[in-house]
Structure formats: structure tokens, C-alpha cells
């Protein structure tokens, strides 16, 4: 399973104004989450992994993620930010491209691996250059789907 086996164009989102990350994570749940318990406990796992340690993958990149008791598939959304940032990244650069991530409860060998496929994928700094210029969600997804094949090529 990889990324681009879930993400589905509806759960991209452009020109986000970031104000804070609790705000982005309630973002996040929003676009995954199915009803209003599913948002909750996909906003729980965000703020729950967060606490472990900063999930952005450096080069203006975030993965936040988390585990959610109250589903039973991978979920992931796209997130382009209307300007850099402050997430207190590990290499100090601003984010501008988030990677919302939820999982299920019990998490498994495939979940681990699309998780390090996906942190190899978005740190490829040609595949984020060619993000940011995307002006819709159709061409981010193309450029995502581009990027997954030269990575893999």
C-alpha cells in the first residue's frame, strides 16, 4: 500500500491560512473524519503523536499522524499552506506542504512501511518545488502521482 492508494483529490486542500496546530490538526479530522466521533478521535491521535515528538519531515514538510480507535482504514490528506509556516520544524524552515495521516487503532508492517515510503516521498525537494506551483487539486495530485513514479523508478 502507498500513499497514493488512498489519498483521493477530495482530501486536498489549497491556500490554507495556518494559525496554529491545533487549528491544522482539527483541519486534518475534519477532512478524514466520517461523523462527529471519527473527527474527535482523529484529532486525539494528531495531538497524541505530536506530544512525542515534532512530526515534520524538514524542507517545509509535516507529516502529522496518529492513531484513531474508530477506524479501521489508513486515511490521508494533503494540505498546501498559503504561506510558510512555524512549525517548529527540526531544520527551522517553514512548512508549507502537511501530510495529514490516520491510522488505525492496531497498526501493522504495511502501515509502518507507507509511513517511511511516504516521509522518503515528500522529502524529495523536487517533488516539493513542483507542489508548491500546483494551482489545483488536480495538478498537485498529478504532481504527487509524478513524484511516486520517478521515486520509484
Same mark, same amino acid.
Given at each position: 500500500?502507498?500513499?497514493?492508494?488512498?489519498?483521493?483529490?477530495?482530501?486536498?486542500?489549497? @491556500? =490554507?491560512? *495556518?494559525?496554529?496546530?491545533? !487549528?491544522?490538526?482539527?483541519?486534518?479530522?475534519?477532512?478524514? &473524519?466520517?461523523?462527529? %466521533?471519527?473527527?474527535? $478521535?482523529? =484529532?486525539?491521535?494528531? /495531538? +497524541? !503523536?505530536?506530544?512525542? &515528538? @515534532?512530526?515534520?519531515?524538514? @524542507?517545509? /514538510?509535516?507529516?502529522?499522524? &496518529?492513531?484513531?480507535?474508530?477506524?479501521? +482504514?489508513?486515511?490521508?490528506?494533503?494540505?498546501?499552506?498559503?504561506?510558510?509556516?512555524? =512549525? +517548529?520544524?527540526?531544520?527551522? /524552515?517553514?512548512?508549507?506542504? /502537511?501530510?495529514?495521516?490516520? *491510522?488505525? +487503532?492496531?497498526? @501493522?508492517?504495511? %502501515? !509502518? $512501511?507507507?509511513?517511511?515510503?511516504?516521509? %522518503?516521498?515528500? !522529502?524529495? %525537494?523536487?517533488? =516539493?518545488?513542483?507542489?508548491?506551483?500546483?494551482?489545483?487539486?488536480?495538478?498537485?495530485?498529478?504532481?504527487?502521482?509524478? &513524484? *511516486?513514479?520517478?521515486?520509484?523508478?
Amino acid at each position: 500500500m502507498k500513499i497514493i492508494d488512498i489519498l483521493e483529490e477530495d482530501k486536498i486542500l489549497l @491556500n =490554507y491560512h *495556518f494559525i496554529s496546530k491545533k !487549528r491544522l490538526f482539527e483541519t486534518i479530522a475534519e477532512l478524514l &473524519g466520517d461523523d462527529p %466521533h471519527e473527527i474527535l $478521535t482523529i =484529532y486525539h491521535g494528531l /495531538v +497524541e !503523536r505530536e506530544k512525542l &515528538g @515534532n512530526t515534520s519531515l524538514s @524542507n517545509g /514538510v509535516a507529516v502529522p499522524h &496518529g492513531k484513531c480507535e474508530s477506524i479501521e +482504514e489508513i486515511k490521508a490528506c494533503v494540505i498546501k499552506l498559503s504561506q510558510g509556516a512555524d =512549525y +517548529e520544524s527540526i531544520d527551522d /524552515v517553514p512548512v508549507d506542504i /502537511v501530510i495529514g495521516i490516520a *491510522f488505525p +487503532e492496531k497498526i @501493522n508492517t504495511s %502501515h !509502518r $512501511t507507507l509511513m517511511k515510503d511516504t516521509a %522518503h516521498l515528500f !522529502r524529495q %525537494h523536487r517533488l =516539493y518545488k513542483r507542489m508548491m506551483t500546483a494551482e489545483s487539486r488536480e495538478q498537485l495530485m498529478s504532481e504527487i502521482m509524478q &513524484g *511516486f513514479q520517478i521515486c520509484n523508478s
